[in-house]
T-cell receptor, first 112, second 113 residues
Framework: DGGITQSPKYLFRKEGQNVTLSCEQN?????MYWYRQDPGQGLRLIYY???????QKGDIAEGYSVSREKKESFPLTVTSAQKNPTAFYLC???????????FGQGTRLTVV | GEDVEQSLFLSVREGDSSVINCTYT??????LYWYKQEPGAGLQLLTY?????DMKQDQRLTVLLNKKDKHLSLRIADTQTGDSAIYFC?????????????FGSGTRLQVQP
């Protein structure tokens, strides 16, 4: 089936450690996005990529890094510099920049 | 989500109509979207409207767009308990070729049986 897959669904991290969240899509979409969702808040854009080997910072990029080496994959690394990383992370893709976005099921990251 | 505003909560009785409102900021957005999020899940696209339309109907869903006031609404007819979820409106912002969706804070719809 075509879709967008995030893994793992739940992730626990100790303070001071980096962690990488996986996002893979087989929809042949050029654009991919990472959003962060906190309780009672909307989605905030972390990073986005419109094409392979190119990506841009969103509204809250500090403490995060990404890569886009393949069209299908857009992993997000939450670094130790991110002061409050506990959140629900959503990955999305769209056929065109800023177009209809298709979402994965999310990864819930908890720092312990 | 500061660019897109929504009320946070709406409670209706089963069978009634629900109306969820949204104001947006970027008049150049070509499409405006409504998404639904169930607990612990990703977002699911419900419907969208092209910016040169005033209204779009899709089964129980009606979207109204007032471009002058930058106001978007989603009406759900005959609301069911399965409609209980968080609803997000979204607009596309940014430079051409580098656009991304900006979301409101979401409206939590609670449907009372």
């Amino acid at each position: 089936d075509g879709g967008i897959t995030q893994s793992p669904k739940y992730l626990f991290r100790k303070e001071g450690q980096n962690v990488t969240l996986s996002c893979e899509q087989n929809l042949n979409h050029d654009a991919m996005y990472w959003y962060r969702q906190d309780p009672g808040q909307g989605l905030r854009l972390i990073y986005y990529s419109q094409i392979v080997n190119d990506f841009q910072k969103g509204d809250i990029a500090e403490g995060y890094s990404v890569s886009r080496e393949k069209k299908e994959s857009f992993p997000l690394t939450v670094t130790s510099a991110q002061k409050n990383p506990t959140a629900f992370y959503l990955c999305a893709s769209s056929p065109l920049p800023g177009g209809e976005a298709f979402f994965g099921q999310g990864t819930r990251l908890t720092v312990v | 989500g500061e660019d897109v505003e929504q009320s946070l909560f709406l409670s209706v009785r089963e069978g009634d109509s629900s109306v969820i409102n949204c104001t947006y900021t970027d008049s150049s957005s070509t499409y405006l979207y409504w998404y639904k999020q169930e607990p612990g899940a990703g977002l699911q696209l419900l419907t969208y409207i092209f910016s040169n339309m005033d209204m779009k109907q899709d089964q129980r869903l009606t979207v109204l767009l007032n471009k002058k006031d930058k106001h978007l609404s989603l009406r759900i007819a005959d609301t069911q308990t399965g409609d209980s979820a968080i609803y997000f409106c979204a607009e596309s912002i940014g430079e051409p070729g580098r656009r991304a969706l900006t979301f409101g804070s979401g409206t939590r719809l609670q449907v009372q049986p």
